[in-house]
């Protein structure tokens, strides 16, 4: 299944392939989704395998065999995709510190260009058949300057101490997923996906309306960024970037066990990223409304 937005497309792995299962039937039940034989594993060697016709696929395997093991230097393993996460991330945190210290005040409308500047290079990404690092990390140095200078506006003139609040809050809604995820209490499965893409788009739509209503009526438009309503709508936000790390995860254990190549892990830690960006936005927007209304 892949969105009609770019940025929730799941940048790659399900892009003209129906990598991650995700247009392919997939095992609803407790049994282990990476079982061989039979037609309800997803990874079985033939036309529902996206890589049966690169030199990763087994020739003349089993049928539902898992993929023959590449050398290791072409192949996507976990240690690239920390490795590439790391560099991706560690871009973001190095642009935040920029954005922090220089783009504030009267400099403050270089980090809306920033922004925009994040957004394009993110779009242009998510629409590419191939991974760019030098686009990656770019995005991630323009989103980066974005969130510094966001953050110490926030952290000043809104709410103090939020920035720090939102980097633990996001830390712990990665990690609590992580566990979810692992211990399978949260599966990723086409009807998770679909629900998922839905409230996404509702919740982008109601947002769109709701700036809006603040460009042309003034005021806080409907309410989505202020009192309770604002609180709701933060933690949806909240709840609908932890779910979208679920099927972060999901596609970094599909790749990791499809044999992917290994260029796959930029586009794993490019969603990473995109997925913990909006955790963290979403976060310093809830903890700034609820310390302003206190």
């Known amino acids: 299944m892949r969105s009609s937005n770019p940025v929730f497309s799941r940048r790659g792995f399900s892009r003209d392939n129906g990598y991650a299962g995700f247009n392919t ?8 989704p990476y079982a061989q034989g039979g037609g309800a594993n997803p990874y079985a060697a033939d036309a529902t395998n996206p890589y049966a016709a690169n030199p990763y696929a087994p020739q ?19 240690d690239d995709v920390v490795m590439r996460t790391g560099m991706t991330l560690g871009t973001v945190i190095v642009g935040a510190v920029l954005g922090w210290i220089y783009l504030t005040d009267e400099r403050f409308g270089l980090a809306i260009g920033a922004m925009l500047i994040a957004m394009v290079l993110g779009l242009v990404q998510s629409f590419k058949r191939r991974p760019s690092p030098p686009l990656i990390l770019a995005y991630a140095a323009f989103e980066g300057l974005f969130l510094g200078a966001i953050s110490n506006f926030v952290d000043r003139f809104v709410a103090p101490g939020a920035a720090m609040q939102a980097v633990l809050g996001t830390m712990a809604v990665f990690v609590t997923m992580l566990v979810l995820y692992k211990t399978r209490i949260v599966r990723v499965t086409q009807r998770f996906v679909r629900y998922l893409m839905i409230a996404t788009m509702g919740f982008l739509l109601l947002t769109a309306v709701n ?54 892990s930029w586009l ?14 979403e976060m310093l927007r809830l903890i700034a409304i609820l310390q302003g209304d206190d």
């Open 25 to 32: 039937a997939q095992q609803a039940g407790p049994a282990n």
């Open 60 to 78: 003349g395997g089993v049928q539902g065999a898992p993929p023959m093991a590449p050398p290791q230097t072409d192949r996507m393993t976990m």
């Open 211 to 264: 700036l809006l209503f603040m460009v042309f009526g003034g005021g806080d438009g409907l309410g989505f960024r202020s009192g309770g309503l604002g609180i709701l709508f933060g933690v949806v936000g909240v709840l609908l970037g932890a779910f979208f790390l679920a099927l972060d995860f999901k596609q970094v254990e599909d790749g990791v066990a499809y044999g992917a190549p290994r260029e796959e």
């Open 268 to 281: 794993a830690a490019f969603g990473l990223t995109m997925t913990l960006v909006w955790i963290y936005l």
